[in-house]
């Protein structure tokens, strides 16, 4: 079996990874910390942690991954370390590539929906809006969407943001070691995917908002289960302030880890709540409204440390928010079509085809060859969980995108790690990996 | 319409510039000091199958096009650089000086289309191995699909017990 | 068997003396599926099914396997939950190498066990191509319903293994051997069962 592996390719890719200060001179090593920590070298230099002889090798680097319980999937660091304290990291990425971009290309745009859901696998209904939403634009229909179905992508998107955070709580708490949190998060995500089960048939990877709206409507009670949510999950978050928020040993653990200052977030292109625990009050859902956000009533949650601690607290009270504006959907909720009634795009309805020859026609060449999207190029961004997901699409004017590429958060979040690790303890690393929150289906794609 | 001399073109709604390779970081240095602090994406197209596409007038098509999505953060504005960039001599300077964080994402289109940034400081494959041939999101670079084989002489596989 | 599910059913009242016999075979079957650690695999959305599996509300100890190690080492069973690429298989390789015997795999959603809706260049076409694969869980990613019937026809193949023919001489499992895919060349077909 062993050569079996071997012509399956190596795996370590020495080249991508940090280098031991004996084999390098100092003018590479500031280099590579350069290149690292996304710094001029001269700026690297003034850090003052780069020895003048790197022959004199007192660090030792050690390998974290791509198989690490606390990683969050297949994420690999290096950390270069002095005893305890990080003085190197660098994060190596690609270990769950699925070229997704490239398969993208050879899906039409109607089925396009199942190849994004994929990316970011813990808010997919964000990754099948942006798709969505960039597609209608290169249509010319982002304007005629019915009024529901734009009120039921936001109420889907809200429901998400809340199941991605408290899947944050879980995997926050498991991380640092507070095993009931994990339970406790997990119980109520629980809770959201049942409705999702429920609204699209799956509990993950939904493809349920599609171009020109989404796939079906609502199902028959489906205001008495998200009362339900709204009023089990409020007293459950005032539980984990009770259990962490306020808890001495989870402030000491979090507080002052991972800090990140407002300068370095901007530069490195971070956003979410990276970017808002530094103080930095960019929501898109305000900043540059989408859907029907500029008519919901939301604050946009703001810290002001950059640590771990405020990206905590940050989420945390983004699930409530988040709650605020499904009340608020739940008011404004309108009757009508759920997807927009464009024969170019849309699907006759199921009874139509048992009675017109046309209607079956209709019906088989949208889902046998597509639709066509004229040429052109856009960029769309919303706020997805993790912060700013972009879709850029170029079209040829064929049913397939062109060119179909996710501007994913965790990919320029996760880049923030090595200033974030700098100069911390490697017991801290753990924490700082998981308030970052990344998905590496995202980060590879 | 031109900005800072470079042709801008709006593309749905959205303003997008086109400089040529020269005036590229120019134009970039120009726009981050008009605001446009951060660098939201970069990425590139390779137009080889398509070359017949919609470009403002004094631009001429090449193969490769690199595509820089800046963001405005006071202005709560958008603008798009699009480069053209030939395939025979496939590099562009690289945005690391003025957006630190466009390093991963140039690593990544170096890894995908084998484009070359110059002056980037650790131009390393991100995604694929190292030692990986080809650059998978090349238009001439196959999909590499295994044939999904329903044939009925199929090898029978030993029990395993 | 039979003598296990007599106690299943009434337990030991039906025995006078507290003794039973058995084939050494069924106990240690018996016994292996009841303790079978799992090792953390996680790579994609299925490894989120997985943790879901492991929470309350599925309760995956039920059956004796909430102790996911971290350690392969320390591990009997690898849940290969999510796409597995080509820069990830040596290392799904290397842990699946540490893991000491009796050990199985679960292939967990369709990624892995075929690729899935991801036939290309990047994603290798079936774990099992790597490693040796005793059960597949099918679905996208499947639910936790889906990876708990897995694991329990997993136990139920342990129970009913033969203990000592598992694995032949080498070590190896599926006897599968597949040579690299080549992704910028044309698409070569896969032959499987011949080294």
């Known amino acids: 079996m062993t050569d079996i592996v071997s012509t399956i390719r190596g795996g370590n890719d020495p080249e991508q990874g940090l280098k031991p200060r004996s084999e390098i001179t100092a003018r590479e090593l500031l280099r590579e910390v350069g290149a690292v920590l996304r710094m001029s070298e001269a700026d690297a230099a003034k850090l003052g942690d780069i020895p003048v002889d790197p022959s004199e090798d007192q660090t030792m680097i050690i390998n974290m991954g791509p198989q690490h319980p606390s990683t969050h999937g297949v994420l690999r660091l290096m950390l270069e370390l002095q005893g305890e304290t990080v003085l190197r990291c660098k994060p190596i990425i690609g270990y769950l590539h699925t070229g997704m971009e490239k398969t993208g290309e050879n899906l039409t745009y109607m089925q396009g929906g199942t190849n994004v859901t994929r990316m970011d696998y813990l808010s997919p209904l964000n990754n099948e809006l942006v798709f969505s939403m960039a597609t209608e634009k290169l249509l010319g229909i982002d304007g005629d969407i019915p009024e529901r179905a734009v009120w039921m992508r936001m109420l889907l998107s809200e429901l998400n943001r809340m199941s991605s955070h408290l899947l944050f709580m879980a995997t926050n708490g498991m991380d640092l070691g507070a095993v009931s949190m994990m339970i406790y998060g997990w119980r109520e995500r629980e809770d959201v995917l049942r409705f999702f089960q429920k609204v699209t048939g799956l509990r993950m990877n939904h493809n349920f908002i599609r171009p020109g709206g989404v796939a079906a409507d609502l199902p028959e009670g489906w205001r008495d289960d998200v009362l339900h949510l709204l009023e089990s999950i409020p007293p459950r978050l005032d539980e984990y302030d009770v259990l962490m928020t306020g808890q001495p040993i989870w402030r000491d653990r979090l507080q002052g880890v991972g800090v990140i200052t407002q300068a370095e977030a901007m530069a490195l292109g971070a956003t979410g709540p990276i970017l808002r625990s530094t103080g930095v009050p960019w929501d898109l859902r305000r900043d540059q409204p989408y859907l029907h956000y500029d008519e919901v009533e939301f604050d946009v949650i703001v810290g002001s440390y950059g640590d771990a601690f405020d990206r905590y607290a940050i989420r945390l009270n983004e699930i409530r928010e988040s709650i605020k504006i499904v009340r608020q959907i739940l008011d404004r909720m309108p009757t009508g079509d759920y997807r927009i009634q464009n024969k170019k795009v849309t699907p006759p309805p199921r009874a139509r085809i048992d009675e017109s020859m046309e209607a079956l026609i209709h019906h088989f060449k949208i889902f046998t060859e597509g639709f066509k999207v004229p040429e052109g190029e856009v960029y769309v961004a919303i706020e997805s969980p993790r912060g700013e997901i972009g879709c850029y699409i170029a079209s040829d004017g064929s049913a397939t995108p062109y060119r179909m590429h996710v501007r994913a958060p965790s990919f320029v979040n996760i880049q923030c790690l090595p200033h974030m690790m700098r100069g911390g303890l490697v017991a801290d690393a753990v924490a700082v990996i998981s308030s970052v929150d990344p998905v590496l289906g995202e980060v590879d794609r | ?161 | 068997m039979s003598l296990i599910k007599d106690i299943q059913d009434d337990g030991f009242g039906g025995i006078p003396h507290n003794a039973i016999t058995a084939k050494l075979e069924d106990l240690v079957g018996w016994a292996r599926s009841r303790s079978s650690w799992p090792a953390s695999f996680g790579l994609a959305c299925c490894a989120i099914e997985m943790m879901a599996t492991g929470a309350a509300h599925y309760d995956i100890s039920r059956f004796g396997m909430e102790v996911f190690r971290a350690s392969p080492r320390q591990a009997d069973i690898m849940i290969v939950a999510g796409r597995v690429s080509q820069k990830m298989a040596p290392v799904l390789r290397q842990v699946y190498d540490q893991m000491m015997e009796p050990k199985w795999v679960i292939s967990m959603g369709v990624c892995a066990s075929s690729g899935g809706m991801f036939n290309n260049y990047a994603i290798v076409q079936g774990v099992d191509q790597v490693v040796p694969v005793d059960v597949y869980a099918p679905g996208c990613p499947p639910t936790p319903e889906t990876l708990i019937h897995a694991i329990e026809t997993l136990h139920q193949k342990i129970e009913d293994g033969e203990l000592l023919k598992r694995r032949k001489a080498t070590g190896a499992g599926a006897n599968l051997h597949v040579t690299e895919i080549p992704a910028g060349a044309q698409p070569v077909p896969v032959i499987l069962g011949t080294r």
Request: hydrophobic share 35%.
């Open chain 2, 1 to 161: 319409m031109s900005l800072y001399g470079v042709p801008l073109s709006d593309s749905r709604g959205q303003r997008v510039l086109h400089p040529t390779r020269d005036e590229y970081v120019k134009t970039v240095k120009a726009l981050l000091d008009d605001t446009f602090v951060m660098c939201a994406d970069l990425t590139a197209v390779d137009f080889l199958t398509h070359p017949g596409r919609t470009l403002p007038e004094g631009i001429t098509a090449e193969r490769f096009e690199v595509v820089v999505n800046l963001l405005s953060i006071e202005r709560r504005e958008r603008i798009r650089v699009r480069v053209q960039v030939p395939e025979a001599d496939a590099t562009i300077p690289s945005l690391f000086d003025l957006y630190p964080g466009s390093e991963a994402m140039e690593r990544e289109v170096y890894d995908m289309f084998g484009i070359a940034f110059t002056n980037h400081p650790d131009l390393t494959r991100i995604l694929m191995p190292e030692d990986w041939d080809g650059h998978p999101l090349r238009k001439d670079y196959d999909q590499g699909r295994i044939p999904v084989q329903f044939s009925a002489d199929f090898p029978a596989r030993e029990p395993q017990s």
